[in-house]
């Protein structure tokens, strides 16, 4: 892979040792949490695949960001108890010509799996926000990619 006139190579193997599993645990059959835009919308999961939505907003206003989370709640048996919620949401610039300022970069989620929040931009142009959805296991879901969902969403910023 070439980026910025720089050659990259990303080793993989198709050694039946080395597990790539970005939607299923095989262990324990956990999948990544779903995040939806609309309670009974497209179900996002796993890792981003292209832009989730697409937003409009004006430089002086704030953008509201609202989200439904859901996950199926499974754990290791080995696993501590914890009292995390079921499903947790972090926003961030992912990409974009200028600062953005979150209200609440990580709300938290109410009894229906709706959480929250509003972003407010520097200079006008193009961003692209990440959500990253983890379940109870927290950031990083523990090293395993079957605990987290990322979506990407545009934002176009008018003056």
């Known amino acids: 892979m070439v980026a910025n006139g720089q050659t990259t190579s990303v080793p993989m193997s198709l050694n039946p040792l080395w597990v790539i599993e970005p939607f299923k645990d095989a262990g324990i059959g956990n999948t990544p949490p779903l995040l939806r835009f ?26 509201t960001l ?10 290791p048996p080995e696993a501590r108890p914890n009292n995390n919620p079921p499903a947790t ?3 961030s610039k992912f990409r974009g010509p200028g600062t953005v300022t ?9 009894a ?15 961003y692209i926000l990440r959500a990253q959805v983890n ?11 079957c605990c987290w969902t990322n ?6 910023v008018s003056p």
């Open 38 to 63: 609309e309670p009974e919308g497209i179900a996002y999961q796993g890792p981003p695949r292209g832009i989730a939505r697409t937003f409009s907003t004006k430089l002086s206003e704030e953008l």
């Open 66 to 75: 609202t989200a439904w989370l859901t996950d199926d709640g499974l754990r």
């Open 89 to 91: 949401i972090t926003w």
């Open 102 to 110: 979150f209200a609440d970069a990580k709300p938290k989620m109410d």
């Open 112 to 126: 229906d799996g709706k959480v929250s929040t509003s972003a407010t931009f520097g200079v006008p142009g193009e």
């Open 135 to 145: 379940d109870a296991s927290g950031d990083g879901g523990g090293g395993f990619q």
């Open 151 to 156: 979506v990407h969403v545009k934002v176009s």
